[in-house]
């Protein structure tokens, strides 16, 4: 089983609607959770951290889940410029090694 | 600017030459990290260093080496062991405190021929 676990989608949306996806993960103890952003060909980039009572940031919402070892990502009223790959990230305990998942792509259109 | 910087952004090699990809940073961060990342798939660790003049094995070491002379400079050295290096390289930083989040550099792009 990977450690972390993505619908690889893809998701396509038309603009201004919400779309919802998870992650799993397996390690129990794992302790810090990150959703990062890749756009075509560029790096990952740092979309927002998970808090254990969930978070938001603008249109993004991140919730974690430990009972049942998932995240999620939810975006509301989509954008042309959400259309991306969304990565989950995972940090076991006591390890500097981070997980990561193969990712979930979004296209919004117009 | 604070950052991550990798050199060269495209670089093309000969089978059976080794190359280095450069990797450096200015943020003061203790852990450096290098990942491999092929067309439609996730990122793989191929090393990664918590400290000065220590480094770790990631996933898939095999054909690669690395550095850790300097806690700015984390060079990557893809040698001709390594079967298929056409790839993305990450080369990514961290600071010391656990539960912080990684920061990428722009990637080197490198082609085979």
């Known amino acids: 089983r990977k450690e972390v676990e993505q619908d690889p989608g893809p998701f396509n949306v038309p603009e201004g609607a919400t779309v919802a996806f998870n992650c799993t993960y397996s390690?129990?103890?794992?302790?810090?959770f990150f959703w990062y952003r890749q756009d075509c060909r560029k790096e990952p980039k740092l979309l927002m951290s998970?808090?254990?009572s969930g978070n938001e940031d603008g249109r993004f919402t991140a919730q974690l889940n430990r009972a049942s070892q998932y995240i999620s990502l939810l975006i509301r009223d989509s954008k042309l410029s959400d259309s991306a790959t969304y990565l989950c990230?995972?940090?076991?305990?006591?390890?500097?090694?981070?997980?990561f998942g193969a990712g979930t792509t979004v296209t919004v259109r117009a | 600017d604070g950052g991550i910087t990798q050199s060269p952004k495209y670089l093309f090699r000969k089978e059976g030459q080794n190359v280095t990809l450069s990797c450096e940073q200015n943020?003061?961060?203790?852990?450096m990290y290098w990942y491999r990342q092929d067309p439609g798939q996730g990122l793989r660790l191929i090393y990664y260093?918590?400290?000065?003049?220590?480094?770790q094995k990631g996933d898939i070491a095999e054909g690669y080496s690395v550095s850790r002379e300097k806690k700015e400079s984390f060079p990557l050295t893809v040698t001709s062991a390594q079967k298929n290096p056409t790839a993305f390289y990450l080369c990514?930083?961290?600071?010391?405190?656990?539960?912080?989040?990684?920061?990428f550099g722009p990637g080197t792009r490198l082609t085979v021929l």
């Open positions: 260093s918590q400290i000065v003049n220590d480094f």
């Open positions: 998970v808090y254990s």
């Open positions: 390690n129990s103890a794992s302790q810090s």
């Open positions: 943020l003061n961060h203790d852990a």
């Open positions: 990230v995972v940090t076991p305990s006591n390890d500097y090694k981070l997980s």
């Open positions: 990514a930083s961290r600071a010391s405190e656990r539960y912080n989040e990684q920061f």
